[in-house]
């Protein structure tokens, strides 16, 4: 995927990397990002996208390429000379070091006086909310505490650049949570450009101006968090993001923007052609639970509706799931909001279902 840009921040051009000389771990990476913006590298395990982040840092060299750092090549600079700011999941604190020496370590090896030293050391703990712990070791820290701190250490020096990698992965949920709005609102509010590396998805979506969806060493999309939920470009990126149903068929006509499909079992569903371009190809139907309607008055005149039968029905609260039998799938789920008028349905029962064209997509197969 190519996006380059002149006035790029941070740029990858026609990055490679391979440990063994044979398998390329990343496949020919182009991606360019404007200075101040939150972007995160989304992927399964073994998608390159780990790799990206420690080639950018120095840990890692790019065996083809270049990587680009506010215009200059960086690809033969050391790491300790990119000053760029890294957080771990791990936190990498100086256990021996109270919490004030561990910020004024950067500080140091930058040769900056004592009392400048102080004064950052004091202003990068603020920010975190972390004052008062100065004096602490981090052994008398919890596990969010810590993370504060690794992360108060990487913007000490006041870098334009932070890498973080899976920092909130060993906290658990709501502490992720709060800390996900906390590094989101900081980076904005500093104006610091971040790459942010996780396997998971929802941290991805509500932190990121924009997400690199990354498998097998490339980067299968590369769009703003609604963009890739609503209009994934293929299979891999419309799986892996949020929720999602497939069904498939073989495309039988393409006309005005919409593709008739005639799914495995029979049926014919409208659909909008993403992945498909003639008649006679395969593909997979991607259509997200809560596109889909039981209530089919609401839909456009003329919509293909299905038949199905309820598996499930799952009471959660803000919403209703249900577990359905469609066009020969055993999990095709459907998302209702628990409003007063949401008829609750029992197992057995067949119901008709259906969705606008727009709302779904053909994609490969």
Not at 90 to 109: D, G, K, R, W
């Amino acid at each position: 995927m190519a996006d380059g840009s002149t006035d790029a921040f941070v740029a990858f051009e026609r990055v490679q990397k391979s440990y063994d000389g044979e398998t390329l771990v990343v496949k020919d990476l182009n991606l360019s990002m404007p200075k101040g913006e939150f972007l995160t590298m989304l992927g399964p395990s073994g998608s390159g996208k780990t790799t990206c982040l420690m080639m950018l840092a120095g840990f890692e060299t790019a065996t083809h390429g270049e990587i680009m750092l506010d215009g200059q090549p960086i690809n033969n600079i050391p790491p300790h000379k990119r000053g760029i700011g890294m957080v771990f999941q791990n936190y990498a604190l100086f256990p021996h070091m109270t919490v004030a020496e561990n910020l004024s370590f950067p500080l140091e090896v930058r040769k900056i006086g004592k009392a400048d030293r102080e004064t950052k050391v004091k202003r990068a703990l603020d920010m975190v909310q972390m004052g008062e712990f100065g004096g602490r070791r981090p052994a008398q820290l919890s596990g969010g505490q810590q993370q504060r701190i690794a992360l108060s250490r990487a913007l000490v020096f006041e870098p334009e650049l932070v890498l973080m990698d899976e920092p909130l992965g060993a906290l658990d949920k709501q502490l992720r949570e709060t800390l996900q709005f906390e590094i989101t609102n900081l980076a904005h509010q500093l104006g610091i450009t971040v790459v942010y590396v996780t396997h998971d998805q929802t941290e991805a979506l509500t932190m990121s101006d924009r997400v690199a969806v990354f498998d097998d060493g490339r980067i299968q999309q590369l769009a703003p968090p609604d963009e890739l939920y609503e209009r994934p470009e293929n299979s891999f990126v419309a799986q892996f993001i949020g929720e999602n149903n497939t069904l498939e068929g073989v495309v039988q006509e393409i006309n005005g923007g919409i593709a008739l499909v005639r799914l495995d079992d029979g049926s014919l569903i409208d659909t909008k052609p993403v992945n498909v371009s003639q008649p006679g190809e395969r593909t997979k139907v991607s259509i997200r639970p809560e596109r889909v309607e039981f209530n089919t008055d609401r839909l456009a005149e003329g919509a293909h509706t299905l038949k199905a039968e309820v598996l499930e029905f799952i009471y959660m609260g803000d919403i209703f799931r249900t577990r359905l039998r469609v066009a020969g799938i055993e999990d095709f789920i459907v998302k209702t909001r628990n409003a007063p008028d949401q008829v609750r349905l029992e197992p057995g029962q067949t119901v008709e279902i259906g969705w606008q064209a727009e709302d779904c997509r053909a994609l490969d197969a």
